[in-house]
């Protein structure tokens, strides 16, 4: 048993989750995420998000032909049919070896011609204005113009994503692996002035080993305690104002947290890994009278990491898209970043919808998130 | 071999048939010659049968299986534990408990340390039993008990041509006997009054919660225990050992009635935070609590009513809103003393056990708290009584449990009971069914004002101070520490006692530990009028070897 004493005061506790009379007083909430996913604005309807919408016109990318691709000079019909006999489980180490030359299309997507995509045919998008050009991009839900999303843009249809918010194949996948207790991300708004107004505030993105609880209804529960992770990877804080409970970026910045995939536990391969590194970052977040947290984050994210979440054949046989055509759109879509040497953009613009509980997050040492947050930051800062 | 067959040689080896037929309660007893009277049969709880296993062959050992169900009676199961028979299928249960205890027992690892023979024979099965039997049936065995034993292991060895076999055989038919699943309180010299062991196994098993111990068996042997120096001597030893906690704690579970935490469900769309986890963490707070006053700091019994110390684990700080920094165990917190808390009655376990699945139940909640700290037992409402106010949460003008509660209570014959039992509850009601704080109940500010004995208090900060001046309360734990050290309600002839008792444990300023020995060094702990012993059941083939668990010990001699 811990022998420590604390005395906690349940009305300091209290504070914590309630709005404060605006002063000049350090403030901070603290969230647990139990929601992350793609900002991939849905034009469909309640029918199902293979069929059309304002978004995709043509719906969302059908099944893969499996039979035609996988053809080559060096694998004929029959041969390919006995690979793909939805009885050989052994297929998956060979569906990307179609390349006219026996190449990998997953290592080496340009071996073989753009499969295509479906186009996504809306001018609507979750997403923020990350160039600050008003001119250049979708407009928001709310009316927001200058959306940069090229990620969407480029992608929109595709099955993986496409669907109603929470209900995407793999926005459900993802969040169910972060929920069943694969990682825990946390956020800390903080401030001087007040929770609603306040023009020097911060959020803080961290992570934490201790596990989200369900409830009985296999929620989240809100009100759990975690401890925020001593290794400060995977975490960055934010400079924002806060504007009528309106919190929003202070000018681009770089953003680092838990990309939002199935599993934690850090880097899972050289190039694969469970960072989203978002330069050019901004975000637009709202805490709600119910103790919630929920927005919008985005920024500019490397395109061959982005690829990798998509390059292998799993990712090709339930999402329906070849890895290859994945690749052309991030390279046809890349809107920042230049590369010097070839002149090409290396990074491509994408958005992030976030949905947070109220939470309580100690800090390494045991202290409480308020007392701990300059010694987070500076650990945030120097990493 | 399966289970049932293993049974069927050890009844054949006529273990039950030589203990009950010729039943004798062992020579050995400083009261020997003189016909035995048993004056009462204990069924062992699950916790004293597992903590006995545990005392007697290691903590290692496992305990699997699944126990009979128990009995509270007179606000106790220690009570009602005199009541208890064992089924048939219950021996069975039993039986198979006893058999997987004695195969680890004899596994490879422990049989070297525990049996202290090198090599399984008749010599070694009779030492076996004669050491293991003491302990396991707080007695010395009788030769024909032991003789049984060894028979058991001759025909054992003999079939299955391993000697290691029959000594499992041999402690499975100790751990299957009537005389270590009951606890035999037998007749001393004096009529009326327990013999030596019996005096050990009250004392063991109401302040460890299981079978004596080797120094408290040779006590009893030297007479020890039946001078108040002797006992005293093994009250503080026995209390002075970390297996106290584990005593109070099963005396505090039975007290305030904490198995009942294990039947608790929510609604999971009123409260979906409420799940097994928060439920036995919520038990365990409230040992925990109590373990702080009475035994760590030796406080004063009634401040588990007031305390705004409190331990909170992982899932209860969600439950209170409360950060919890902890590294994954148990954290002690010290929550405002201005706030509404009161120690034990503002604890999850009591305010989630007493309350319906999605509300609260002031009347639930003021009959448990008239039980456990007054003993005042509240009466079963009548079959045809109208809850239809009660339960009706949406009514428009009725808006909180205290004003439908009120109409309610307008039946006259609802207001005798209600009147008594309500206004304790209703000081409760800032937190909801599972212990949440809340200070509305459908938007109608919650009013927690109550009277009791004409004293008028608010909330539960104010019923928490009510109940600790009340001087039924400490009356009322020295009535059921004695009940659970003697498992009988008390009589009208317990009342001196009980009230020198009281005295003592007032003049004491309300230590338990102090109750605890002045109870249990008493003369009075220590008497047992006869009661009446279960019948067997009837007769059938299912049902022969659990008959002979259950014989009563007529005409038992020593």
Redesign the interface.
Known sequence: ???????????A??SL?TPTVAGAEPWHRAYVVDWFEHAFYFGGGKDGADKPGTDCAKGSNPEINYRKIMVTSYRTDEETRVLMDPNNRDKIRFLGIRGPNREDVYREPESVPDPGILPMTGTIAEGLDLDDDPRTGFTAPDGRRGIDNAFYKELGCWYRYRAQAREAFSSKYENDGMRDGGYTMLVIVSGEESPENDRNATVGFYVSK?KM?K???G?I?????FRIDPDPGSSSVHKVTITDGLIESAGSQRLRLHAPNRTGGGRRSAVATDELDLERGKLRLRMKPDGTLSGVLGGYRDTYTNYMTASNAIIELVTRIEAPAVWYALKRGADYGKDPKTGRNTKISMAFTLDALPA?V?APG???AQAALPYLNEQVAAK | MTRLPLLALVAAGSIFAGAVGARVVADTRAEAAKPARVLAMRRLSETQYRNSIADVFGEDVSVNGRFEPESRRSLLYAIGAGALTVTAAGFEQYFAIGDSVAEQVFDAKRRGKLVGCASPDAACAAGFAKTYGERLFGRPLTDTEITSRINLFKAAEAKKQDGWFGMRLVLTSLLADPQFLFRHEVEGRTPGTLDAHSKAERLSFTIWDSVPDAALMAAAEKGELDTAGGRQAQVDRLLASPKAERGMRAFFTDVLQLDGMGQVT?D??A?????A?IANSAREQVLRTVMDVVLTRDADYRDILTTTDAFID??L???Y???????G????????KD?DHAGLLTQVAFLSMFAHPARSSPTRRGAALGEMFLCQPTPLPPGDVDFSIVNDTSNATLKTVRARLEAHAGDESCAFCHTAIDPMGLALEQYDAIGQRRTEENGEPIDVSAEIDGRKFTGAKGLGETLHENPRVSGCLVRNLFSYGTGRAPSTADKATLKAFEQAFVAGNYRVKALIRTVATSDAFFTAPPQSLPAPPAKGPATTVASLALRPLKGATR
Do not use: C, E
């Open positions: 048993m811990r022998h420590a004493r604390l005395t906690l005061m349940l009305v506790a209290t989750t201790d609880v409830d009985a209804k929620a529960a809100a009100d759990y305690s309580f100690v045991g202290q409480l | 929510k999971p769309d409260f979906p935070k409420f799940n986890n992982r899932n700080a969600a439950i809103k409360l950060p919890y920094t902890g590294d165990g148990w954290q002690k917190v010290s929550l405002p706030g």
